[in-house]
Nanobody, 122 residues
Framework: VQFVESGGGLVQSGGSLRLSCVASGFTFSSYNMKWYRQAPGKERESVAAITSTGGTTNYADSMKGRFTISRDNDKNTVDLQMNRLKPEDTAVYYC????????????????WGQGTQVTVSP
């Protein structure tokens, strides 16, 4: 199993970034996907999730209206469009895959990417 995450970087407050995660080594279309993030000294937190078909999405409250998760099962990719970024969005962002809805919502996904750094300057 491999994930290649890209799109992170440095952006000014109010700016936008689009993260992409390309997956391989498992049946991507059968897995629910999620983006997490972890800021220095803080616990990992959920950002956004999407079901295997892409039919349902879910966002953490602080991301609603600013972030959009999407997937392309033909390309084995899951993206996170982040708009109106704030300094508090600074973190390492990880994509993850889980077969069960339970694991993607409240459990621990089976597969994890290496993360991509997002830094938002004031």
């Amino acid at each position: 199993v491999q994930f290649v995450e890209s799109g992170g970087g440095l952006v000014q407050s109010g700016g936008s970034l689009r993260l992409s995660c390309v997956a391989s080594g498992f049946t991507f279309s059968s897995y629910n996907m999620k983006w997490y993030r972890q800021a220095p000294g803080k616990e990992r937190e959920s950002v956004a999730a999407i079901t295997s078909t892409g039919g349902t999405t879910n966002y953490a409250d602080s991301m609603k209206g600013r972030f959009t998760i999407s997937r392309d099962n033909d390309k084995n990719t899951v993206d996170l469009q982040m708009n109106r970024l704030k300094p508090e969005d600074t973190a390492v962002y990880y994509c993850a895959a889980a077969k069960s809805l339970h694991d993607i919502v409240v459990g621990t996904p089976e597969y994890w990417g290496q993360g991509t750094q997002v830094t938002v300057s004031p």
